[in-house]
T-cell receptor, first 111, second 111 residues
Framework: DAGITQSPRHKVTETGTPVTLRCHQT?????MYWYRQDPGHGLRLIHY???????DKGEVSDGYSVSRSKTEDFLLTLESATSSQTSVYFC??????????FGPGTRLTVT | DQQVKQNSPSLSVQEGRISILNCDYT??????FLWYKKYPAEGPTFLIS?????DKNEDGRFTVFLNKSAKHLSLHIVPSQPGDSAVYFC??????????FGAGTRLTVKP
């Protein structure tokens, strides 16, 4: 267990509403990541952070924003949720050039 | 554009036999490769990795082989156990940034 939690674990929301997912770590790892997992696509990187207030886009960043104001927390925000953002979202943490450790996931349904 | 491909969505083997999971990649700049294992309703768990300077890495029952000229890697599990039944994701990155995942292979080990 890498000391990484995600909240909420499940969420159902309506199209057009804002949604924020939280990732919290107790391991003091420098890097944090947000992925989404969809059938036939594996895991795709949305955004990542390489330090407090340092973030960068991943493969599928459109429609998402992130913030990291503390080492331990990485927030993923959907400003206006769409049905195409229905997915399972995973947070991961790592140190530079080390393997990533994943959280338990958040299942988001946009109706 | 999937840079990491796992062409077999599923694999079934008998307990005690060898499981071979395959992965192909297209980006010749990838220099770090990993395998993750995922059980339902959990986050992926790191299994084994290999850097591009090696062609084999072994950890207990798990061995990863890398063929750079063919842009192919494989995971061997010997002997396979029912507890190995899970989805296995292959991943690759360049300098451990922007990791790309395959779509996954569901392994079923029958008692």
């Amino acid at each position: 267990d890498a000391g990484i939690t995600q909240s909420p674990r499940h969420k159902v929301t309506e199209t057009g509403t804002p949604v924020t997912l939280r990732c919290h770590q107790t391991e003091n790892h420098r890097y944090m990541y947000w992925y989404r997992q969809d059938p036939g696509h594996g895991l795709r990187l949305i955004h990542y952070s390489y330090g407090v207030k340092d973030t960068d886009k991943g493969e599928v960043s459109d429609g998402y924003s992130v913030s990291r104001s503390k080492t331990e927390d990485f927030l993923l925000t959907l400003e206006s949720a769409t049905s195409s953002q229905t997915s399972v979202y995973f947070c991961a943490i790592s140190d530079p050039k080390e393997e990533q450790y994943f959280g338990p996931g958040t299942r988001l349904t946009v109706t | 554009d999937q840079q990491v491909k796992q062409n077999s969505p599923s694999l079934s083997v008998q307990e005690g036999r060898i499981s071979i999971l395959n992965c192909d990649y297209t980006n010749s700049m990838f220099d770090y490769f990993l395998w993750y294992k995922k059980y339902p309703a959990e986050g992926p768990t790191f299994l084994i990795s290999i850097s591009s300077i090696k062609d084999k890495n072994e950890d207990g029952r798990f061995t990863v082989f890398l063929n750079k000229s063919a842009k192919h890697l494989s995971l061997h599990i010997v002997p396979s156990q029912p507890g190995d039944s899970a989805v296995y994701f292959c991943a690759a990155s360049e300098n451990n940034n922007d990791m790309r995942f395959g779509a996954g292979t569901r392994l079923t080990v029958k008692p």
